[in-house]
């Protein structure tokens, strides 16, 4: 087995060459790291820049060596961008993901901010493109999935195609950095927020989905028992669409109703 390099996105991703994490950082290690068979990428980030994720998840996805993504904590924005350019990707059991669509701060007359707007259209639709070809999803779903602001755990992320094994839990806070936990402060009292609604809820919609039908009738079951039998994970999709037609999409349209309800 040849040599196998970590990196790791454990901060902001931005192009400051003071603090966080950029594109020149990623070119830079992988450079020192010279031919390795492996690269085992690392990540508990809150996203950041859009053009430097993006830069990020393109220097990984041409590097030869097979990439493995680990989410050990948050991957938040662009910090789930660079985490599709996994070949596998696993996740912490206690881990997060979150989606959303482009956001751009700027000044300048009429005909600067519709230049800004159109940006910001078309970014979304390569971020969107991004997602969609990683998890095999329609890119009208992802394009939703980003309108909604989706945050999804350990097991709707495997379920959506956005990670593929869940890993054992740890302890993403001890594992992040004094400069970006402060960063994280506002997406883990979001996160707390959300957990306190569900802890005082019956059952959250998707579970009430499971609940009412019968045992692997719904997407993430009929998914999960065809990859537990062996069955690659874009072959059973594509089954299970040929099956249920219609199903993935009542499913997303469930869950985005739910994941809006969450951030209200």
Excluded at 183 to 204: C, E, F
Aim: contains cysteine; proline residues 3%; charged residues 20%.
């Amino acid at each position: 087995m040849g040599r196998i390099v970590d990196i790791l996105i454990y901060d902001a991703i931005d192009s400051n060459r003071f603090e966080g994490i950029s594109a020149s950082d990623i070119a830079q290690e992988l450079k020192a790291a010279g031919s390795v068979s492996m690269i085992n990428v690392r990540i508990n980030s809150n996203g950041g820049s859009v053009f430097e994720s993006i830069a990020i998840h393109n220097l990984l996805s041409a590097n030869p060596a097979r990439k493995v993504v680990w989410v050990d904590g948050a991957c938040f924005s662009g910090a789930s961008i660079v985490a599709m350019c996994g070949e596998t990707i696993n996740m912490a059991a206690s881990a997060w993901m979150m989606i959303h669509e482009v956001s751009l701060g700027m000044n300048g007359g009429a005909e600067d901010l519709a230049r800004g707007a159109k940006l910001v259209e078309d970014l979304n639709l390569t971020t969107a493109e991004i997602y969609a070809d990683r998890t095999k999803q329609k890119l009208s779903s992802i394009v939703q999935m980003m309108k909604a602001e989706t945050w999804l755990d350990a097991e709707q992320a495997v379920a959506f195609g956005f990670a593929d094994h869940i890993t054992a839990k740890l302890n993403f806070a001890a594992s992040c950095p004094g400069s970006s936990l402060l960063g994280l402060v506002p997406a883990l009292r979001m996160a707390a927020h959300k957990q306190r609604q569900r802890d005082a809820r019956p059952a959250s919609p998707i579970r009430r989905i499971a609940a009412a039908a019968a045992a692997g009738d719904t997407w993430p079951e009929l998914v999960a028992a065809k990859v537990a039998a062996g069955v690659p994970r874009a072959k059973a999709v594509s089954q299970i669409e040929s099956e249920h037609p219609g199903l993935r999409e009542s499913y997303l349209r469930a869950f985005n109703l739910q994941q809006t309800g969450r951030l209200i």
